[in-house]
C-alpha cells in the first residue's frame, strides 16, 4: 500500500537508505532533514507498507528549472528492502511517482544513480527512463577520492 510518509516512519527510512549506501549515516542528521523535508511541499516522500511495515521508500523533490521553462520531479532517494525486491514493488512505487508528479504538473521525472548500481540502471531502462546526462560531483569536505563507492 502506497502513501505519504509520516515521522513516524524515520527510523524505518533511515534503515532502507543506510542499506542503499551500505553505510551508516548520522541519524541525528538524517532525522532534521527528513523532518525538514516532511513539512517542505518542494518535497514528497512516498512509502510502501507491507504489513504495516515500511519496506519502500521514494523520495521526490520538486523544482522550477530555468532549462526546462517548467517544473520536473527529481527522485532523490529509492529504495526497496532486499527480501521485497523483484516483486514488482518498485515498478509500482515509481508509477505512483510519476503520477504524482504529472499531478504536480510536472514535465518529467529525473534519477541520478550511481554508476556502480547496473541492476538499477537495467530497473530504469526497463521502466522507460533513458539516460541523457551525466552528473558530475566535487567534494566539498576536503575528503577527495577518485574513486568510487557506494556509500561514504
Do not use: P, W
Request: aromatic content about 12%; glycine content about 6%; some cysteine.
Amino acid at each position: 500500500m502506497f502513501r505519504k510518509a509520516r515521522m513516524a516512519d524515520c527510523e524505518s527510512i533511515y534503515d532502507l537508505i543506510c542499506d542503499m549506501e551500505n553505510g551508516l549515516l548520522s541519524y541525528h542528521s538524517f532525522k532534521k532533514i527528513y523532518s525538514a523535508q516532511l513539512s517542505n511541499i518542494q518535497y514528497y516522500c512516498l512509502v510502501f507498507e507491507h504489513e504495516k511495515r515500511v519496506i519502500g521508500v521514494l523520495n521526490l523533490r520538486f523544482e522550477e528549472q530555468l532549462h526546462h521553462a517548467g517544473s520536473i520531479a527529481e527522485i532523490m532517494e529509492f529504495a526497496v528492502e532486499s527480501n521485497f525486491r523483484n516483486m514488482g514493488i518498485g515498478k509500482s512505487m515509481l508509477e505512483e511517482a510519476c503520477r504524482i508528479a504529472k499531478e504536480r504538473g510536472c514535465l518529467q521525472i529525473e534519477v541520478a544513480c550511481n554508476q556502480l548500481r547496473e541492476k538499477t540502471h537495467r530497473f530504469y531502462f526497463r521502466e522507460g527512463m533513458h539516460n541523457f546526462h551525466y552528473k558530475f560531483s566535487k567534494s566539498l569536505t576536503g575528503i577527495d577520492s577518485t574513486k568510487n563507492a557506494i556509500g561514504r
